[in-house]
């Protein structure tokens, strides 16, 4: 099994998981079951067959369960239908031990009938898909993703796999979208740091190994490779920049008696996820503009044959920042306005 491909996996696991709530959920289905040649209704691993009872009459589950007393029907009850009364009592033996503890224990109970699905499918036996409310759904009309919601399916983005490996742990992603979602840094700078985290940053070795650059190498320093990690956190220019912020912010948490988190790619590449609310929503809006400025000013060299060194990105991403907290002073709660005089103090803090 360890070698099997993941997809293949998942496929199989998925595939039993279906066929679980194919067995009959409800009570009626359970009552409707077919008692002989039935795969789910056997005797030593067999489905059974007892022809005398059929032709008295006895084909279902129904026909031989007794709605008052909850139970399967008296002996006597059986020996009366029965045609023919020879043998009856070794077949009736096996057959009351064929019928499966499950279906006897959901006719039992009262209060499971009927049993709202708890996938938000199910299959009768008829093999029609029924959903929550028990109306008939047309299969083209399901949605993978409501199938995956359904039967209750993680679905992984590629990027959180990739992101696993590279920094050897499972990451807690819900904190860390949430966290994506609350910065207060505009628009486009949100939507790079989404992109970042995402993996689907064009960047120049991507566009090298599909032939649309000359050679992969990146805009600032014109020597590595423009890979996401080397143009966001690891090149020498853009490096300099963030150790100017994060000189700004360990100040900042001298000054406030709080505990500095140190530079790191991963911190830079996913954002800060593992603070407190409000520190997370601070330091995520300067990260995100920053990110979105080194973006942008990447552009301006590859489109306009610019250049720019690690101090003037560092005075277009204060002056960016700044009129972030201009453009948020007019609108805004007090809570946040709290957080927009905190990102002022850290600006005055770049030096
Ligand atoms: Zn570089």
């Known amino acids: 099994m360890e070698n099997f491909p993941k997809y293949y996996l998942e496929l199989i696991k998925t595939w039993s998981k279906f066929l679980s709530i194919q067995s009959p959920i409800n009570k009626n289905d359970i009552l409707n079951q077919q008692l002989f040649g039935n795969i789910k209704i056997q005797y030593n691993k067999k489905p059974i ?3 005398n009872f059929g032709k008295s009459g006895i084909h ?13 029907k008296s002996d006597n009850f059986i020996y009366n239908t029965l045609k023919d009364k020879r043998n009856w009592i070794s077949e009736w033996t096996r057959l009351k031990l064929a019928i499966p503890k499950l279906f006897k224990d959901r006719l039992k109970n009262v209060h499971v009938d009927p049993e709202p699905p708890k996938n938000g499918y199910y299959i009768k036996n008829t093999f029609e898909f029924y959903d929550k409310q028990n109306k008939v759904v047309i299969p ?9 919601y359904s039967l209750n399916l993680d679905i992984v983005p590629n990027c959180q796999i990739k992101w696993n490996i590279q920094y050897n742990s499972e990451l807690p ?3 860390i979208w949430i966290n994506l979602n609350k910065s207060m840094s505009s628009r486009k700078a949100n939507q790079i740091s989404w992109k970042i985290v995402h993996n689907i940053i064009y960047t120049e070795q991507k566009l090298f190994r599909i032939g649309k650059s000359n050679n992969g190498k990146c805009h ?28 700004a912010l360990k100040t900042y948490n001298v000054l406030n008696n709080t505990v500095y988190i140190p530079l790191s790619e991963e911190l830079i590449i996913l954002g800060m996820y593992d603070y407190n609310k409000k520190y997370n929503v601070i330091t995520n809006t300067i990260m995100n503009t920053v990110k979105w400025i080194i973006w942008k000013c990447r552009n301006i060299i590859k ?6 060194t690690s101090s003037q990105l560092i005075a277009y991403a204060k002056r960016e920042l ?24 850290i600006i005055n803090l770049i030096h």
Do not use: P
């Open 173 to 175: 992603w819900k904190k």
């Open 140 to 148: 083209s009309e399901i949605s993978l993703k409501l199938i995956q």
């Open 60 to 72: 279902t589950i129904k026909d031989i369960w007794d709605e008052e007393t909850k139970n399967i």
């Open 303 to 308: 489109y306009q044959s610019k250049s720019f």
């Open 220 to 247: 600032f320093c014109k020597t590595e490779n423009e890979t996401l990690t080397h143009l966001f956190h690891s090149c020498n220019i853009i490096m300099v920049v963030w150790e100017h912020i994060f000189d």
């Open 49 to 51: 067959f007892f022809a």
């Open 322 to 345: 700044s009129s972030l907290i201009e453009s948020m002073d007019k609108s805004l709660s007090s809570k946040k306005e709290n957080f927009a005089a905190e990102i002022k103090l």
